[in-house]
């Protein structure tokens, strides 16, 4: 079954420093999105991205955040200049995304990449 | 402010059925309802989708009444691995035109599966 994948699995940074997450989703998808999830919190949406433009983004994806989608692969998530609070888990999903919005279509995540802020 | 009301917490045992419902007040007429399942740092996995009346897979029932404002996702006879997290996502009337909160999860419900 065709997977939703990230790297790196865990990355650790300096205050201040830029991080950029990776993540390939599945080939036939249209619709990408991501996620965060603090430890022991829910999870939260960033932003999702519909035809090499961002769709939608909340009030968490400030100026700090962009995503990129390179190439016909990769989707990825630049912080620029983070902050101990973005320590969390970072998920990537994708959906198919012929209903609308995309929301009644299943978003498929990956395993998250963890990022440590210190 | 939250789109979607579960219970917080569930206790079961091994070989019974377990029934969760969530409540979704502002359900938007075009929307479907999708629960997912999460396990300890993984991604959420979709175990189900449905808009009305009731709907199986080989995993588990929704049960949607007519009216839409709450569905129950049903687990047949549980094991011990079915201890996950189980959110419940659905659409919002107020933003049928578009916006962020329509793709927000809830706290979810925490289901323990015990032996």
């Known amino acids: 079954e065709p997977e939703v994948t990230q790297t790196p699995s865990h990355q650790v940074t300096q205050m201040g420093q830029e991080v950029i997450l990776r993540c390939v989703p599945i080939?036939?998808?249209?619709?990408f999105y991501w996620y965060r999830q603090i430890l022991g919190q829910k999870v939260e949406f960033l932003v999702s991205?519909?035809?090499?433009?961002?769709?939608?983004k909340s009030e968490i994806f400030d100026d700090q955040f962009s995503v990129e989608r390179p190439d016909g692969s990769n989707f990825t998530l630049k912080i620029r200049s983070t902050k101990l609070e973005d320590s969390a888990m970072y998920f990537c999903?994708?959906?198919?995304?012929?209903?609308?919005?995309?929301?009644?279509?299943?978003?498929?995540f990956g395993n998250g990449t963890r990022l440590t802020v210190t | 402010l939250a789109k979607t009301t579960q219970p917080i917490s569930m206790d079961s045992y091994e070989g019974q059925e377990v029934n969760i419902t969530c409540s979704h007040n502002?359900?938007?007429?075009?929307?479907?309802i999708t629960w997912y399942q999460q396990f300890p740092s993984q991604g959420p996995r979709f175990i189900i989708q449905?808009?009305?009346t009731k709907v199986t897979n080989e995993v588990a029932s929704l049960f949607i009444p007519a009216d839409r404002k709450s569905s129950t996702l049903s687990l047949p006879r549980v094991s011990l691995s079915d201890t996950a997290v189980y959110y419940c996502?659905?659409?919002?009337?107020?933003?049928?035109?578009?916006?962020?909160?329509?793709?927000?999860f809830g706290k979810g419900t925490h289901l323990i599966i015990q032996p």
């Open positions: 999903a994708s959906s198919v995304g012929d209903r609308g919005r995309g929301l009644n279509s299943p978003l498929h």
């Open positions: 080939s036939n998808h249209l619709y």
């Open positions: 991205f519909y035809n090499n433009e961002i769709s939608e």
């Open positions: 502002n359900i938007a007429t075009n929307d479907y």
């Open positions: 449905g808009y009305k």
């Open positions: 996502l659905v659409g919002d009337k107020r933003y049928s035109g578009g916006g962020a909160d329509g793709l927000t």
